[in-house]
C-alpha cells in the first residue's frame, strides 16, 4: 500500500475551495478507488488492509450479526439495533481508520476512514468509500 494515499486524499480537498459534503467524499473516494477499485478481489484488499495496519490503522469487519476487529478478533453483537439494521445481509463491510495530524494551535485531530463492502461469496469488493474529517475541542 502506498504510504502517499493519505496525501492524496488530502490535495484532492485542496482543489475543492467551496464544496459541499457529497462533493467532498466523491473526491476523497476516487482517491481511494485507485488502491481499491470495485471489483478487486478480497484477497488482494485483504493484502492491502493488511498493509494499513502495518501503517497505524485500526481495521473493523461489520456484519448484520455484529463485528470484529480485523483479522482476528471475536465478533461481538451490537448493543444497538440501530447499528444492526444498518448493514445489509449478507454483507460485511470494512472500515479502515486512522487518527493522524494533530494541530495544537486549533486542538484538532484529523480521521482518515476508508471503507469497502464484500458481497458473502462474491470474492470482490464494491461500494468503496473514503473520507477525511477533523474533530477538536
Request: glycine letters at 8%; aromatic letters at 10%; hydrophobic letters at 35%.
Amino acid at each position: 500500500m502506498n504510504p502517499t494515499l493519505i496525501k492524496e486524499m488530502e490535495a484532492a480537498l485542496a482543489t475543492l475551495s467551496t464544496s459541499t459534503h457529497d462533493e467532498r467524499v466523491k473526491a476523497t473516494s476516487r482517491v481511494v478507488q485507485k488502491y481499491f477499485p470495485p471489483g478487486m478481489t478480497s484477497e488482494e484488499a485483504f493484502k492491502s488492509l493488511r498493509q494499513l495496519r502495518e501503517q497505524g490503522f485500526d481495521i473493523s469487519e461489520n456484519r448484520r450479526e455484529g463485528a470484529r476487529n480485523w483479522p482476528d478478533g471475536e465478533f461481538k453483537p451490537y448493543r444497538d439495533g440501530f447499528l444492526q439494521r444498518h448493514y445489509p445481509k449478507g454483507v460485511s463491510v470494512f472500515v479502515a481508520e486512522k487518527q493522524y495530524g494533530m494541530s495544537i494551535r486549533y486542538l484538532a485531530t484529523k480521521h482518515v476512514v476508508i471503507s469497502f463492502s464484500v458481497i458473502d461469496g462474491s470474492g470482490v469488493i464494491s461500494e468503496v468509500e473514503g473520507t477525511i474529517s477533523t474533530s477538536g475541542i
